[in-house]
């Protein structure tokens, strides 16, 4: 059965299966990048490589959200980002059935699909179209 993390984005309930997951660190310190632009918070060093922090509420369209000092880090595989999200939660199992397709305006939100449960309603999220969407902005 896969397993994902949940976590805040704004208001809205996420998670991201585990696979994609380094680590969740506490509390890096941040350090300042010239010209970052408007989505990338600074950069952080962790077990000795540095990392871009992605504001990823500011990046959906929700910025102004207050962000959980722990960052969630991801695989090489996702160019070993470090996503800044309003909140982490916990882990929970899901069954493959209920992993339904997103509504047309989750693309935006970078939502591969939503599951929903009795007790909630989770966007999974897409982290190729995170990543595409940031070698999009900062590419030029």
């Given amino acids: 059965m896969p397993r994902m993390l949940l976590f805040r984005v704004g208001c809205e309930q996420y ?13 890096p310190p941040l350090y300042g990048i010239p010209q970052r632009g408007a989505f990338l918070l600074g950069a952080a060093n962790l077990h000795g490589r540095v990392l871009p922090v992605i504001d990823l509420p500011a990046l959906l369209g929700m910025g102004g959200a207050p962000l959980d000092p722990r960052l969630v880090v991801l695989t090489a595989e996702f160019h070993g980002l470090a996503l800044a999200v309003s909140g982490i939660g916990r882990m929970l199992s899901f069954a493959a059935d209920d992993l339904q397709l997103p509504l047309g305006d989750e693309r935006f939100r970078a939502v591969a699909g939503v599951v929903a449960s009795a007790e909630q309603t989770v966007n999974l999220l897409d982290v190729g179209a995170v990543v595409e969407r940031l070698e999009t902005i900062y590419a030029a």
Wanted: net charge negative; aromatic share 0%; charged share 40%.
């Fill in 15 to 27: 998670g991201l299966e585990i696979e994609a997951i380094q680590e969740v660190a506490d509390d």
